[in-house]
């Protein structure tokens, strides 16, 4: 069975957007998913269902990010 090159770029596309669900960093899952950065940018221009995907799971990650940070400790020097 051979693989389309729809095929193909689908898992690839796959491959980058589970790898930016799990470091939030473009570069990142560039390098762990192995699809070039620029590949993703040529997506972001050229097709609208991967846009739509990536946007949801930018957001998704932005929410976890938020909702994970630790809220801010006392100020140094101050005592509870």
Not at 40 to 53: F, I
Not at 58 to 71: D, G, S
């Amino acid at each position: 069975m051979t693989t389309t090159s729809n095929e193909r770029r689908q898992e690839q596309q796959d491959a980058f957007l589970a790898a930016f669900a799990k470091t939030g960093i473009i570069s990142r899952a560039s390098e762990e998913s192995g699809v070039i950065f620029t590949q993703h940018h040529r997506w972001m221009k050229d097709d609208e269902a991967y846009v739509a995907r990536f946007g949801k799971l930018k957001r998704q990650t932005a929410v976890l990010a938020a909702e994970t940070r630790k809220p801010p400790g006392p100020a140094m020097g101050t005592r509870q």
